[in-house]
């Protein structure tokens, strides 16, 4: 059990090594944790609540305010406080986006292992679900089933609604990933023993394979959820989000149906897209990096610039 | 050797940089040389630096590969002080290589045939239907029959594909063939009738050919020269009497201990899947080279001197039949090699 | 691989993958509380009782679900009768064809610009590893890969109505309205700038990550290697041995994209007002006009599904490695 923890300390500590010297990965990592120091701590970083008006002398609301010292990034149509908004919207965007990659990464982590280890027809049967899937547009798709779901009054939230229909529609990629690793394993020498020895399919499953897929899915679901966010503020800027509990994309929404964008009030349509860009450049860079540490890349091609393979120092050159 | 050699390589030294930015020392003064029409083997475990030598006598290596030393004299014009663009004009019509693993050397999408004749168009050396002509009987040189040429490669067996590679490599008619380990990974009749047919083209063209392989029961078949590698340095260097019958470098005996086939012709079904597994212990890092020999290790004849001093390649000529028999060992006695 | 098993496979998945979505499509909107009319005819009602009746024959409304609607509902659909939108006040097929081409036009053009620069654009950033092109390209595909489509949108529409007076909307000035469009070529070219802009941006990103990691590996491949070895310069190998290779992914690239580009329509065309498939599909989603979203869904994922099955049919002859039997 000693060395089990040993052995995992030293894992953690090279990763940790490597994972430091990659610029791109501390960026990514940068990112995606202000963000959730934002989201999670947002009463306590403004000091309006999201829903407050701002009104000026006169008791009106201060209606699409620029930036200014009482509300950093101005108003929106109604007087709330720009700042606010984004920060409780953070909420809503990485929780709809966490959840609905979780359920993908839930789903297709499924489905890839039992195609990849049980094969045949099984596999079969996955594998052709997912290319039709694959095949159909996503955004039409996800439309009509949120708007259907939405009108059948089955008192989930739309929210829920939101989650589920993204999870349950971006499973494929993972699912082919787990399935391909999942193959290659199989080849290998211990699962054949395993079974020759009366091993169970969950055990083997459990015990030999999950280990060494876990960190592809980590990495996976991190780009997962970069897109279920993206997703979600697409469909919410079409209106298919919660009015109540504004994401990011809900604002977007706001913005360009109540016309942000004619009145040049820059500050309220401008800050939710960038924080959608920050988060999901955030995570598409740990994810990215996280997949590179996990299958990395070769070092060159064979066109490469040959202009220092001939590196003779001129005679006269200090010797050794 | 009273001709001048075709090829003439002098204190070759190669490294490469690793992605952790360590130095691998791949090659230190390699040198030897090869005669119009002789075959020369170079042999030595993986990574001992056979492809890599010739790869830098190509200047193929890959990006992070960096020639630090030496000279490399074809027909007397050192080489690597050739800009890319006299190299390309070498390429080829001088010198051409097979590459280990035929499998990939070929590209798939494009037809056998106008891969064989590429090249003679790309040097200007023929027009079209000269050149078509001259692929045809390059096929039939190496027994593919015409019919097939324009197909893909991956309508060929593995055997075939190695031939296809031959013949390519033949198209403008070089002095020198570089062979990478031509028959690894050919099954063992395929293998005999690849050795045979390289045989057959040394004879009917006088090309010279540098044979690397880690099978010396190939190397037995088939040169006249042999070059044995050991850690990215010249071990051993003679004829291949002087080195099966009188081997100087503990290592070279120890190979060839390894080998008890080596009586026993091709034919007769020697020379397949003859690893070096049988030396204990595992060749040297090339990042963590020691001060001295880099056999002294794994060597069952050491002394004291041998960790403490790189060994030289001496002249043994003296002590073994003919001349031109080079050892480093310290063991050895005679004058340094003169290169 | 035989080219004919894999045609047949490619067809049959195609057609599987047209039954689902019409599978969908009809059972969507009939799960909804409430007359099951309602699906065809509208939410509220404003046609003529006439009309109302024609559809109600013409679907099979009054009786069983399955097999009758169903299969009168196909039939209907076969025929190209999508029903009729009760808030345009037109037959769904009439309103959708009108709108494709426009649809067309901008997908088009943005989807050329974007693979020419993105092809370009990898090649270089692949076989010049490392260098600033690459490192460029790169960052530049990474954020616009983070960039939500119809927020570039919106911000390209701000950008460049104010600083550049392009138009704000619309795919001509209302002075043009109802004119053919090949009548009025310049205005609509005006109007195209800032929406083919933003698509192209986009797009590009993802072509030029293709190409790049599909020239790497293409570049990374032993015949390469002998390629140079025969003497041929960089340019030579690239351009005899390592495009066409290379190219082969882009061009299951494009099949696959195609299901995202009308995602992106959809949004773009809200963004700029412009009047095509993608903005009917959202005012129908607005108005809650189901037999026209109904329609535009049904219409929008065929078209993707076989233009994904010509795609796929394509590549069967660009790649000699698929026999021919």
């Not at chain 1, 609540?49 to 620029?66: K, Y």
């Not at chain 1, 359920?103 to 996955?126: E, H, Q």
């Not at chain 2, 003679?120 to 040189?141: F, T």
């Amino acid at each position: 059990m000693n060395e089990h923890w040993t052995l995992f300390k030293r894992n953690l500590q090279n990763f940790w090594g490597d994972f430091r010297g990659n610029r791109m990965g501390l960026i990514g990592a940068f990112l995606v944790l202000t963000a959730l120091i934002a989201a999670v701590f947002a009463p306590s970083l403004s000091r309006y609540s999201p829903s407050e008006v701002i009104r000026d002398e006169n008791g009106r609301g201060l209606t699409f305010a620029p930036p200014s010292v009482h509300a950093p990034l101005g108003t929106d149509d109604a007087g709330r406080d720009v700042w606010t908004q984004l920060i409780y919207g953070a909420r809503i965007s990485m929780t709809v986006g966490f959840l609905a990659g979780f359920i993908a990464m839930f789903v297709g982590s499924l489905f890839g292992i039992t195609a990849g280890y049980f094969g045949g027809w099984v596999d079969n049967l996955l594998m052709r679900t997912t290319d039709v899937l694959l095949v159909i547009p996503d955004l039409p798709l996800m439309i009509v089933l949120v708007a259907t779901l939405r009108q059948m009054q089955l008192k989930i939230s739309p929210l829920t609604v939101l989650i589920l229909v993204i999870g349950l529609l971006y499973w494929t990629s993972t699912a082919r990933l787990i399935r391909s690793q999942v193959l290659t394993i199989k080849e290998r020498q211990f699962v054949a023993r395993a079974r020759a020895i009366g091993a169970g399919h969950f055990h083997i499953i459990r015990k030999h394979i999950l280990p060494q897929i876990m960190p592809l899915i980590v990495a996976n679901t991190v780009l997962i959820i970069s897109t279920a966010i993206l997703v979600e503020s697409g469909l919410a800027f079409l209106g298919l989000g919660d009015p109540t509990q504004p994401s990011w994309g809900t604002m977007l929404n706001f913005a360009f149906s109540r016309n942000a964008v004619t009145n040049g009030a820059w500050w309220f349509y401008l800050p939710p897209g960038l924080a959608i860009v920050w988060i999901s450049l955030g995570c598409v860079l740990l994810g990215n990096v996280l997949e590179e540490m996990l299958n990395p890349r070769l070092t060159g091609h064979n066109l490469e610039d040959e202009r220092h393979m001939v590196s003779i120092p001129a005679p006269g050159a200090s010797s050794d | 050797m009273t001709e001048t050699p075709l090829l003439s390589i002098r204190h070759l030294d190669v490294n490469f940089i690793m992605p952790d930015g360590q130095t691998a020392r791949a090659l230190e003064d390699v040198s030897f040389d090869v005669s119009p029409g002789q075959t020369i083997g170079l042999v030595g475990e993986s990574g001992c630096g056979k492809t890599t030598t010739l790869m830098s006598i190509m200047r193929l290596l890959p990006s992070n590969g960096r020639i630090t030393g030496g000279q490399v004299f074809y027909n007397g014009l050192d080489m690597l002080t050739f800009s890319e663009r006299q190299m390309r004009d070498y390429r080829w019509k001088e010198m051409s290589i097979i590459f280990q693993g035929a499998m990939n050397a070929l590209n798939p999408v494009m037809k056998v045939g106008d891969q064989v004749g590429e090249a003679i168009l790309l040097h200007n050396l023929m027009d079209q239907s000269q050149a078509n002509r001259r692929v045809d009987e390059l096929l039939e040189l190496v027994g593919i029959p015409k019919s097939r040429r324009d197909q893909y490669p991956h309508q060929y067996s593995g055997g075939m594909r190695q031939r296809a590679m031959i013949a390519m490599a033949l198209a403008c008619a070089p002095s020198l063939l570089f062979a990478d380990e031509p028959t690894t990974a050919l099954d063992v009749m395929i293998q005999a009738q690849v050795l045979e047919l390289l045989k057959e083209i040394q004879q009917k063209l006088g090309l010279a050919i540098v044979l690397v392989t880690h099978d010396l029961g190939v190397v037995a078949e088939v040169c006249d020269s042999v070059v044995v590698m050991y850690g990215g340095k010249v071990a051993e260097y003679g004829n291949a009497d002087q080195i099966y019958n009188q081997p100087q470098h503990p290592y070279t005996q120890r190979l060839l201990e390894s080998f008890p086939d080596l009586n026993r012709t091709v034919d007769q079904g020697a020379g397949s899947d003859q690893t070096l597994a049988s030396i204990p212990g595992t060749p040297p890092r090339l990042t963590e080279l020691p001060a001295g020999c880099r056999f002294e290790p794994r060597c069952h004849l050491r002394i004291e001197r041998c960790s403490q001093e790189a060994p030289k390649l001496i002249d043994v000529s003296a002590i073994t039949a003919g001349k031109g028999h080079f050892a480093a060992c310290h063991l050895c006695q005679g004058p340094e090699a003169a290169f | 691989m035989n080219r004919r098993d894999y045609l047949i496979r490619k067809l049959g998945l195609a057609l599987v993958t047209i039954f689902v979505v019409v599978i969908i499509n009809f059972l969507l909107f009939r799960v909804l509380p409430g007359d099951p009319v309602r699906s065809v005819i509208g939410r509220n009602v404003r046609i003529s009782a006439d009309t109302q009746q024609a559809l109600r024959e013409q679907f099979g409304l009054d009786k069983p679900i399955f097999p009758d609607q169903f299969l009168d509902t196909l039939g209907q659909w076969a025929r190209g009768n999508l029903g009729v939108s009760w808030s345009l006040r037109k037959p769904v097929n009439e309103i959708l064809l009108s709108k494709l081409w426009n649809t067309l036009l901008l997908i088009g053009i943005g989807q050329i610009l974007a693979i020419l620069l993105g092809v370009t654009l990898g090649l270089i950033a692949g076989w010049k590893r490392k260098s600033a092109v690459d490192v460029g390209a790169l960052t530049f595909s990474l954020i616009a890969w983070a960039t939500p489509t119809f927020w570039l949108g919106i911000i390209l529409l701000a950008a460049g109505s104010t600083w550049l007076g392009l138009p704000t909307g619309g795919i001509v000035s209302p002075a043009n309205v109802g004119k053919p469009l090949y009548t009025v070529i310049p205005d609509v070219a005006h109007h195209l700038i800032l929406p083919t802009l933003t698509l192209t941006i986009l797009y590009l990103g993802e072509y030029m990550l293709i190409m790049r990691s599909s020239i790497l590996e293409v570049l990374s491949e032993d015949y390469i290697l002998t390629a140079k070895a025969k003497g041929m310069s960089h340019w030579q190998v690239l351009r005899k041995h390592a495009l066409k290779n290379a190219m082969l992914p882009i061009v299951t690239l494009i099949a696959l994209n195609l299901g995202f580009t009308v995602s992106g329509a959809i949004y773009i065309e809200t963004v700029f007002s412009y009047d095509g498939l993608g903005k009917m599909f959202q005012i129908a989603l607005v108005k809650q006009d189901y037999p026209l979203l109904q329609g535009a869904f049904l219409l929008l994922a065929i078209s993707v599904i076989i233009a994904n099955m010509l795609a796929d049919i394509l590549y069967t002859y660009l790649d000699p490695r698929v026999k021919a039997t």
